[in-house]
Protein backbone atom coordinates (compact mmCIF):
# COMPACT_ATOMS: atom_id res chain seq x y z
CA UNK A 1 0.00 0.00 0.00
CA UNK A 2 1.73 3.37 -1.30
CA UNK A 3 2.67 5.99 1.59
CA UNK A 4 2.80 9.81 0.05
CA UNK A 5 4.12 13.36 1.24
CA UNK A 6 3.62 15.91 -0.74
CA UNK A 7 5.78 19.25 0.32
CA UNK A 8 4.54 22.35 -0.99
CA UNK A 9 7.28 25.13 -0.94
CA UNK A 10 4.96 28.18 -1.47
CA UNK A 11 6.14 30.61 -4.47
CA UNK A 12 9.13 29.39 -6.34
CA UNK A 13 9.73 29.73 -10.27
CA UNK A 14 10.88 26.80 -12.26
CA UNK A 15 14.32 28.17 -13.20
CA UNK A 16 15.24 28.82 -9.57
CA UNK A 17 14.67 25.59 -8.54
CA UNK A 18 16.54 23.98 -11.41
CA UNK A 19 19.23 26.11 -10.29
CA UNK A 20 19.34 26.83 -6.42
CA UNK A 21 18.24 23.15 -4.96
CA UNK A 22 21.44 21.20 -5.34
CA UNK A 23 20.17 18.48 -3.13
CA UNK A 24 17.22 18.16 -4.86
CA UNK A 25 18.99 18.02 -8.41
CA UNK A 26 21.51 15.66 -6.92
CA UNK A 27 19.46 12.89 -6.51
CA UNK A 28 17.85 13.91 -9.76
CA UNK A 29 20.87 13.50 -11.08
CA UNK A 30 21.42 10.17 -9.46
CA UNK A 31 18.56 8.79 -10.26
CA UNK A 32 16.35 8.61 -7.15
CA UNK A 33 14.08 11.48 -8.07
CA UNK A 34 12.61 12.73 -11.66
CA UNK A 35 11.81 16.31 -12.04
CA UNK A 36 8.79 18.03 -14.39
CA UNK A 37 7.78 21.39 -15.01
CA UNK A 38 4.48 21.52 -13.66
CA UNK A 39 1.85 24.70 -14.57
CA UNK A 40 -0.39 26.30 -12.21
CA UNK A 41 -3.98 27.34 -12.23
CA UNK A 42 -5.45 30.76 -12.97
CA UNK A 43 -5.63 33.40 -11.10
CA UNK A 44 -2.13 31.69 -9.93
CA UNK A 45 -2.94 33.24 -6.05
CA UNK A 46 -1.95 31.15 -3.40
CA UNK A 47 -5.18 30.13 -1.63
CA UNK A 48 -6.71 29.60 -5.16
CA UNK A 49 -3.98 27.12 -6.48
CA UNK A 50 -4.25 25.52 -2.46
CA UNK A 51 -7.85 24.62 -3.18
CA UNK A 52 -7.20 23.32 -6.84
CA UNK A 53 -4.15 21.22 -5.44
CA UNK A 54 -6.27 18.58 -3.72
CA UNK A 55 -9.94 19.56 -5.44
CA UNK A 56 -8.15 18.77 -8.84
CA UNK A 57 -10.97 21.78 -9.88
CA UNK A 58 -9.91 25.06 -11.43
CA UNK A 59 -10.84 27.99 -9.52
CA UNK A 60 -13.59 28.88 -11.75
CA UNK A 61 -15.52 26.24 -10.14
CA UNK A 62 -14.53 26.00 -6.59
CA UNK A 63 -15.03 29.58 -6.39
CA UNK A 64 -11.61 30.86 -4.50
CA UNK A 65 -10.85 33.96 -6.33
CA UNK A 66 -8.02 35.38 -3.97
CA UNK A 67 -6.76 35.23 -0.59
CA UNK A 68 -9.60 37.19 0.96
CA UNK A 69 -12.78 34.99 0.92
CA UNK A 70 -11.72 31.74 2.66
CA UNK A 71 -14.47 29.31 3.15
CA UNK A 72 -15.36 25.34 3.34
CA UNK A 73 -15.40 23.77 -0.01
CA UNK A 74 -17.76 21.29 -0.48
CA UNK A 75 -16.25 19.35 -2.96
CA UNK A 76 -14.41 15.84 -2.70
CA UNK A 77 -10.64 16.11 -1.80
CA UNK A 78 -7.62 14.33 -1.56
CA UNK A 79 -7.73 14.47 2.36
CA UNK A 80 -11.74 13.40 2.47
CA UNK A 81 -11.38 10.01 -0.18
CA UNK A 82 -8.18 8.80 1.81
CA UNK A 83 -10.35 9.30 5.27
CA UNK A 84 -13.22 7.78 3.24
CA UNK A 85 -11.04 4.59 1.79
CA UNK A 86 -9.72 3.93 5.90
CA UNK A 87 -6.55 5.62 5.97
CA UNK A 88 -5.14 8.31 7.90
CA UNK A 89 -4.40 11.54 6.71
CA UNK A 90 -2.00 14.20 8.15
CA UNK A 91 -1.64 18.24 7.39
CA UNK A 92 1.22 20.70 8.83
CA UNK A 93 0.29 23.29 6.54
CA UNK A 94 -1.09 27.04 6.96
CA UNK A 95 -4.77 27.37 8.37
CA UNK A 96 -6.17 27.78 4.91
CA UNK A 97 -5.62 24.49 4.37
CA UNK A 98 -7.78 23.53 7.35
CA UNK A 99 -10.51 25.99 6.63
CA UNK A 100 -11.06 24.79 2.94
CA UNK A 101 -10.91 20.93 3.72
CA UNK A 102 -11.96 20.38 7.39
CA UNK A 103 -14.12 23.67 8.80
CA UNK A 104 -13.90 27.20 8.99
CA UNK A 105 -13.54 29.76 10.44
CA UNK A 106 -10.60 28.99 11.51
CA UNK A 107 -10.70 29.17 15.64
CA UNK A 108 -6.59 29.61 16.74
CA UNK A 109 -7.10 27.56 20.00
CA UNK A 110 -9.27 24.53 18.44
CA UNK A 111 -7.91 24.33 14.96
CA UNK A 112 -4.23 25.06 15.58
CA UNK A 113 -3.83 21.22 16.79
CA UNK A 114 -6.31 18.45 16.48
CA UNK A 115 -6.82 14.30 15.97
CA UNK A 116 -10.08 13.51 15.10
CA UNK A 117 -10.21 9.77 13.64
CA UNK A 118 -13.41 10.31 11.54
CA UNK A 119 -11.21 13.26 9.52
CA UNK A 120 -11.11 14.18 7.32
CA UNK A 121 -7.73 15.43 7.99
CA UNK A 122 -6.70 12.80 11.02
CA UNK A 123 -4.04 14.57 12.02
CA UNK A 124 -3.88 18.41 11.49
CA UNK A 125 -1.13 20.86 12.86
CA UNK A 126 -1.44 24.63 11.31
CA UNK A 127 -0.06 27.73 11.44
CA UNK A 128 -1.58 31.64 10.78
CA UNK A 129 1.17 33.87 9.86
CA UNK A 130 -1.02 36.11 11.57
CA UNK A 131 0.60 39.74 11.54
CA UNK A 132 2.07 39.15 8.05
CA UNK A 133 3.64 41.91 6.25
CA UNK A 134 6.53 43.23 4.09
CA UNK A 135 8.52 43.65 7.02
CA UNK A 136 7.22 40.82 9.31
CA UNK A 137 6.99 37.46 7.41
CA UNK A 138 5.85 35.74 10.74
CA UNK A 139 6.68 32.27 8.97
CA UNK A 140 7.66 29.45 11.44
CA UNK A 141 10.94 27.65 10.78
CA UNK A 142 10.94 25.00 8.08
CA UNK A 143 12.64 22.90 10.05
CA UNK A 144 10.33 22.74 12.76
CA UNK A 145 7.62 22.24 10.39
CA UNK A 146 9.62 19.12 8.65
CA UNK A 147 10.40 17.67 12.15
CA UNK A 148 6.45 17.62 13.08
CA UNK A 149 5.51 15.98 10.07
CA UNK A 150 8.14 13.48 10.81
CA UNK A 151 6.38 12.98 13.93
CA UNK A 152 3.45 12.49 12.53
CA UNK A 153 4.48 10.06 10.26
CA UNK A 154 6.55 7.75 12.63
CA UNK A 155 3.63 8.47 15.72
CA UNK A 156 0.67 8.75 14.39
CA UNK A 157 1.11 6.46 11.40
CA UNK A 158 -0.35 8.73 8.46
CA UNK A 159 -0.74 7.34 5.39
CA UNK A 160 -0.88 10.36 2.99
CA UNK A 161 0.80 13.64 4.14
CA UNK A 162 0.89 17.61 2.92
CA UNK A 163 3.12 20.37 4.32
CA UNK A 164 2.75 23.71 3.29
CA UNK A 165 5.57 26.12 4.30
CA UNK A 166 5.35 30.04 2.98
CA UNK A 167 8.84 31.38 4.07
CA UNK A 168 10.37 31.35 0.13
CA UNK A 169 6.96 33.01 -1.38
CA UNK A 170 6.92 35.45 1.69
CA UNK A 171 10.72 36.45 1.06
CA UNK A 172 10.31 36.70 -2.70
CA UNK A 173 7.36 39.58 -1.99
CA UNK A 174 10.12 41.06 -0.05
CA UNK A 175 13.52 40.52 -2.15
CA UNK A 176 11.96 39.24 -5.26
CA UNK A 177 13.85 36.52 -6.88
CA UNK A 178 16.96 37.78 -8.67
CA UNK A 179 19.33 38.51 -5.81
CA UNK A 180 21.43 37.47 -3.13
CA UNK A 181 18.85 36.75 -0.34
CA UNK A 182 16.60 34.57 -2.64
CA UNK A 183 19.84 32.39 -3.29
CA UNK A 184 20.69 32.13 0.04
CA UNK A 185 17.30 31.51 1.24
CA UNK A 186 16.58 28.60 -1.67
CA UNK A 187 20.13 27.12 -0.77
CA UNK A 188 19.02 26.95 2.95
CA UNK A 189 15.56 25.20 2.27
CA UNK A 190 17.19 22.73 0.20
CA UNK A 191 19.85 21.89 2.83
CA UNK A 192 17.15 21.61 5.68
CA UNK A 193 14.45 19.31 3.43
CA UNK A 194 17.32 16.94 2.56
CA UNK A 195 17.62 14.54 6.08
CA UNK A 196 13.87 14.55 6.45
CA UNK A 197 14.09 12.85 2.78
CA UNK A 198 15.94 10.68 3.30
CA UNK A 199 14.16 9.89 6.45
CA UNK A 200 11.16 9.57 4.97
CA UNK A 201 11.98 7.31 2.27
CA UNK A 202 13.57 5.14 4.53
CA UNK A 203 10.34 5.15 6.35
CA UNK A 204 8.88 3.86 2.92
CA UNK A 205 6.95 6.99 1.57
CA UNK A 206 7.24 8.12 -1.95
CA UNK A 207 7.55 11.94 -1.86
CA UNK A 208 6.82 14.71 -4.00
CA UNK A 209 8.65 17.89 -3.78
CA UNK A 210 6.97 21.35 -5.52
CA UNK A 211 5.25 24.76 -5.14
CA UNK A 212 1.30 26.09 -5.71
CA UNK A 213 2.70 28.49 -7.96
CA UNK A 214 6.12 30.18 -9.20
CA UNK A 215 7.06 34.43 -8.25
CA UNK A 216 8.20 36.91 -11.44
CA UNK A 217 11.10 39.20 -11.35
CA UNK A 218 9.07 41.95 -9.32
CA UNK A 219 7.58 39.40 -6.66
CA UNK A 220 4.69 38.72 -8.06
CA UNK A 221 2.11 35.99 -9.05
CA UNK A 222 -1.40 35.66 -9.98
CA UNK A 223 -1.29 36.29 -13.80
CA UNK A 224 -0.36 34.45 -16.48
CA UNK A 225 3.41 35.05 -16.80
CA UNK A 226 5.69 31.85 -16.73
CA UNK A 227 7.51 32.78 -14.14
CA UNK A 228 4.40 33.17 -12.29
CA UNK A 229 2.53 29.55 -12.92
CA UNK A 230 5.84 27.16 -13.66
CA UNK A 231 7.69 25.45 -11.20
CA UNK A 232 9.22 22.31 -10.15
CA UNK A 233 7.95 18.66 -9.43
CA UNK A 234 10.84 16.10 -7.77
CA UNK A 235 8.83 12.85 -7.55
CA UNK A 236 10.81 10.29 -5.89
CA UNK A 237 8.67 7.09 -6.09
CA UNK A 238 7.79 4.27 -8.63
CA UNK A 239 5.53 5.10 -10.66
CA UNK A 240 5.89 5.91 -14.13
CA UNK A 241 5.98 10.18 -15.28
CA UNK A 242 4.92 11.79 -18.57
CA UNK A 243 8.14 12.49 -20.78
CA UNK A 244 10.79 14.76 -19.62
CA UNK A 245 9.37 17.79 -22.14
CA UNK A 246 5.59 17.39 -20.95
CA UNK A 247 4.40 20.23 -18.99
CA UNK A 248 2.17 18.36 -15.66
CA UNK A 249 -1.58 20.33 -15.28
CA UNK A 250 -1.58 21.50 -11.59
CA UNK A 251 -5.39 20.13 -12.33
CA UNK A 252 -3.81 16.40 -12.43
CA UNK A 253 -2.33 16.43 -9.09
CA UNK A 254 -5.20 15.09 -6.87
CA UNK A 255 -6.36 12.44 -9.13
CA UNK A 256 -2.70 11.40 -9.47
CA UNK A 257 -2.24 10.84 -5.68
CA UNK A 258 -4.87 9.21 -5.28
CA UNK A 259 -4.71 7.03 -8.47
CA UNK A 260 -1.48 6.12 -6.63
CA UNK A 261 -2.38 5.57 -3.42
CA UNK A 262 -5.41 3.13 -4.81
CA UNK A 263 -8.10 5.11 -3.67
CA UNK A 264 -11.30 5.92 -5.61
CA UNK A 265 -10.87 8.89 -7.89
CA UNK A 266 -14.20 10.81 -7.46
CA UNK A 267 -16.29 12.22 -10.87
CA UNK A 268 -15.38 15.60 -10.03
CA UNK A 269 -11.58 15.14 -10.49
CA UNK A 270 -11.84 14.81 -14.65
CA UNK A 271 -8.51 15.32 -15.20
CA UNK A 272 -6.41 12.57 -16.09
CA UNK A 273 -4.04 11.85 -13.59
CA UNK A 274 0.15 11.61 -14.67
CA UNK A 275 0.80 8.75 -12.08
CA UNK A 276 -0.49 4.92 -12.21
CA UNK A 277 -1.06 3.07 -9.57
Same mark, same amino acid.
Given at each position: ?26 ? #? ?25 ? %?????? #?? !? ?10 ? $? ?9 ? !?????? #?? /? ?32 ? %?? /???? /? ?39 ? $?? /? ?11 ? &? ?20 ? &???? &?????? !?? %? ?5 ? $?? $? ?14 ? &? ?28
Amino acid at each position: MTKLLLIILDGVPYRNWRRLFGNLEGW #VESGEARVRRMRSVLPSTSASCYASIH %TGLAPQ #VH !GIWDNADIHRLQ $FPDVFSEVTKA !GRKTGA #VT /HSYWSEFFNRAPFDVVRDIEYDEPGGPITHGRFH %TM /HGYG /HDNQMTPADHDLFGTLTRLCEVKGINYGILHTCTLDSMGHR $FF /HDCAEMDHACFAI &DAVLAPFIHRWRKAGYEVIVTA &DHGQ &DARGHH !GG %TGEDQRD $FA $FYYFGDSPLPPEDAVL &DQLALAPSILTRMGVPVPATMAVKPFFTA
